[in-house]
């Protein structure tokens, strides 16, 4: 790997949670904010293969291993006609992949801002613990450190999960499932013309809080409301994008 000025960490080298192949996590923003335009100022994980830089794993099929059976994985999103990640493989995940980090196991030190679990990869490939641990574990119910997170293996994910992350559904029928296991959840429609359910909300962070909602929007470092059961609050919807 090319070694360049450090933004980030490595927090975990080991076997994916979902077929036991290498993968690695890496935080960045340690250093210098994010320039997400949605999420504004937020560290970011990334979960990637450890062997295929991320634009080959999504054509080689290695991205199975940080994003599993995910319907906006491009392979699966092609066969069923579903829209595909918005994340540009090419950009960001290839930029952080081909870069060498110092491992850190902890957040000690780092600049005091949100965790954002999963700019790309699915965050329960990685052991509960090493994602606890990050964003500093303390009780059932409270973390030292903000975060966000989404997971759609909230079917198989270790159950503590539910603590820590949202369980990313794309129909009322799986939103009643995974609210049955315990689960808050991020529900995506297809527009406007699909309803909100009892118990939701719209993402106070998307367009749509604006255009629908005539509310001014916010940024998801303000918002902090997708951290799983660790917040007390509504289940959240947004249009697909």
């Known amino acids: 790997m090319k070694a360049k000025a450090s933004n980030g960490v490595t927090t975990y080298r080991g076997p994916s949670d979902i077929d036991g192949r290498p993968i690695m996590a890496i935080l960045t923003g340690t250093n210098k904010p994010s320039q997400n335009r949605k999420t504004a100022d937020m560290l970011q994980l990334w979960i990637m293969p450890t062997d295929s830089k991320p634009s080959d794993a999504v054509k080689n099929g290695d991205d199975v291993s940080v994003c599993g059976t995910c319907p906006r994985r491009p392979s699966l999103a092609k066969a069923t006609g579903a829209k595909e990640c918005y994340v540009n493989v090419g950009q960001a995940p290839n930029g952080i992949y081909n870069t060498s980090y110092p491992t850190a196991d902890n957040l000690d030190g780092v600049r005091q801002a949100p965790v954002r679990l999963g ?108 951290a799983g059961t660790s917040r007390q609050a509504k289940n959240i919807v947004i249009i697909e994008h």
């Open 119 to 226: 700019a790309w990869g699915e965050p329960a490939a990685i052991p509960y613990e090493v994602n606890a641990r990050l964003i500093g574990y303390r009780s059932k119910h409270y973390y030292h450190r903000r975060h966000t997170g989404y997971t759609h293996r909230w079917r198989e994910a270790d159950p503590r999960y539910k603590q820590l992350l949202m369980a990313s559904v794309d129909s009322p029928q799986e939103q009643a499932e995974a609210s049955a296991k315990g689960f808050r959840t991020f529900r995506v429609r297809k527009d406007a013309t699909v309803p909100v359910l009892p118990g939701e909300i719209i993402c106070p962070a998307s367009e749509e809080q604006e255009s629908i909602l005539g509310k001014r929007r916010t940024t998801c470092d303000k918002c902090l409301l997708c």
